[in-house]
């Protein structure tokens, strides 16, 4: 959604702006062009793949940091780079990247078997199989319910338990294979693995989390005028985003109707029109964008 993002974040030449999900650059590249001698932008990504490919594609630019981190962790680096000033912009394009879905030694996809990881940040945390090695069935059913909205979480948990007593589940084949043989997946339109899979790597990265931390940081950082876009891929996310926007959007409920709202209690962010999904044309290019929705807000 390169055009609907560079529309609604509106990168000015002499802005200061923050993507904070490089993946492979696409967005990035592009505000780039947008900025001026004094611009400035501020990559960040957990990925240590995508850090080196930022470095290697646009360190050499005078106008460009890089930094390796968790989006959570927004507030801090932007001040440690840019400074308390207020930024102009800044960009969350959620879920995982094509180049990290493509890559079996991720672990994230189960269309190539490859090690059960599902970390974004490979160098940090646990993986879904040291995960599914000792987790509690009562937690492997809320997190598929939770956060794959899984119709069948408590058969595919006790498959799960009883499978790993007899061998370790160390790839995405297996996994995969396990939830197979318990869901009906005649009745599916998906593979019958999609939603535990996307479940288990949100819990993972501690996806939703972290989210509701970014959005309330970028919040803060934006300077007035600053445009915050927010690109998600599931319901999940989208309805955290949505809300969090509208709630910003809008003046505390408590002085609803009073002739006078004090500042702290005044709408804080502006709604730059609806949700954006990805024209015909992208879709044709990448069909991944189909569940793509973009939403933006100004700062006042």
């Known amino acids: 959604m390169l055009e609907e993002v560079l529309q609604a974040l509106a990168p000015r030449a002499q802005g200061r702006y923050v993507d904070a999900t490089y993946g492979r650059g696409g967005h990035a590249a592009a505000i780039l062009t947008r900025l001026g001698t004094t611009g400035r932008l501020l990559v960040i990504d957990q990925d240590p793949e995508a850090v080196s490919h930022a470095r290697a594609t646009l360190g050499h630019d005078p106008r460009v940091s890089v930094r390796q981190a968790n989006f959570g962790e927004l507030d801090r680096i932007v001040v440690e780079v840019l400074g308390s000033g207020g930024v102009d912009g800044v960009l969350l394009d959620l879920g995982v990247s094509s180049p990290q879905l493509d890559d079996a030694v991720r672990g994230f996809s189960f269309q190539a078997d490859g090690p059960l990881d599902m970390r974004m940040n490979p160098e940090a945390g646990q993986s879904a199989a040291q995960w599914l090695a000792h ?37 995405t084949a297996q996994l995969a294979a396990i939830i197979s043989a318990c869901v009906p997946g005649h009745l599916e339109r998906k593979h019958p693995a999609t939603r535990s899979f996307q479940a288990i790597r949100i819990f993972i990265n501690r996806e939703l989390e972290v989210l509701t931390q970014a959005l309330a940081q970028a919040e803060q950082l934006l300077a007035q005028g600053g445009r915050l876009c927010v690109i998600s891929f599931h319901s999940l996310e989208d309805r955290i985003v949505k809300r969090y926007l509208r709630r910003a959007s809008l003046p505390d409920p408590v002085y609803a109707g009073l002739p006078d709202i004090p500042a702290h209690a005044r709408p804080r962010l502006r709604l730059l029109g609806r949700a954006v999904r990805a024209g015909e044309a992208e879709l044709a290019r990448n069909p991944r964008a189909r569940s793509a929705v973009l939403r933006a807000a100004e700062r006042l």
Do not use: C, K, Q
């Not at 009562?138 to 948990?157: D, M, N, P, T």
């Open 135 to 171: 987790a509690p069935e009562r937690e492997i059913v809320r997190v598929l319910r939770e956060y794959g909205e899984e119709r069948h979480a408590r058969r595919i948990a006790r498959r799960i338990i009883a499978a790993r007593a007899e061998s370790a589940i160390t790839t």
